[in-house]
């Protein structure tokens, strides 16, 4: 992970599909950040969230430019943020969770969310997005 790579999928779909068959998530849902990261994931996650008798309902990308993530990340100050695991986090992304979007897309689940902007403007554009899915999911 220091270097930049992704933990494997075996370890990380274990981890979130334990997690997701908890019977607090049944009754007040849940909400992933940086899960899943490939198209594989995605639908490793369907099946265990069938399993559990239950579906996604929405997937939202924060779209924020590669060189203003490279800034976030290491303003950071974490050892792991360096400029090399930086760009290798980014080259994975592009190569392996960019295609993500397409499959979120493709089944009417992605929302993208402009992450430019302090942190109260990108958290109320943010809000307003899950708002909407939720009250889609009301209405229904």
């Known amino acids: 992970m220091d270097a930049g790579d992704l933990v494997g999928d075996d370890l990380i ?5 334990e997690r997701l068959a908890q019977p607090d998530v049944a009754e007040h ?12 994931q995605a639908a490793a996650m369907e099946g265990f969230l069938a399993e559990a008798g239950t579906t996604l309902d929405g997937a939202v990308n924060l779209d924020v430019p590669a060189d ?4 976030r990340m290491l303003a950071r100050g ?3 943020d360096t400029e090399e695991a930086i760009r290798r986090r980014l080259d994975l992304y592009e190569a392996e969770t960019a295609p993500l979007l397409a499959w979120f897309a493709d089944r009417g689940l ?13 958290f109320g554009r943010l809000s307003t997005v899950i708002d909407a899915r939720l009250s889609l999911l009301d209405a229904s």
């Open 13 to 17: 779909n274990g981890i979130v599909a």
């Open 29 to 40: 849902g849940f909400l992933l950040d940086g899960y899943p990261r490939t198209p594989d």
């Open 68 to 71: 203003e993530v490279t800034a």
């Open 78 to 80: 974490r050892a792991d």
């Open 110 to 122: 992605l929302d993208v969310v402009d992450g430019i902007g302090d942190e109260d403007v990108v």
